[in-house]
């Protein structure tokens, strides 16, 4: 069995998308999170659909997703605090 490797984005995807969720909650006012993770699951669902046909390790897929997960997220909270910044 391989040894469990974690990186720093395994970790920390879930406490971004809840700083995303606070961030866009006070910079805007309203936090469209839910529809953005939406959006996110559904391309994820497309994508593991595409590539999962080839052939390929699917927990390598889902490994890499998660971590595109909390690489989304901090664009996320960045676009969000330059429209906070703007608006305010």
Do not use: C
Request: charged residues 10%; aromatic residues 22%; positive net charge.
């Amino acid at each position: 069995m391989k040894k469990l490797r974690l990186h720093v984005l395994d970790v920390v995807t879930l406490p971004v998308w809840i700083v995303a969720h606070y961030t866009m909650g006070y910079a805007l006012g309203v936090s469209y999170i839910e529809w953005i993770l939406l959006f996110w699951f559904a391309f994820g669902a497309i994508l593991a659909w595409f590539l999962l046909q080839k052939n390929r390790d699917w927990r390598h897929f889902w490994h890499r997703y998660w971590q595109w997960s909390g690489l989304f997220g901090i664009a996320v909270i960045i676009v969000v605090m330059i429209l906070g910044f703007i608006n305010h």
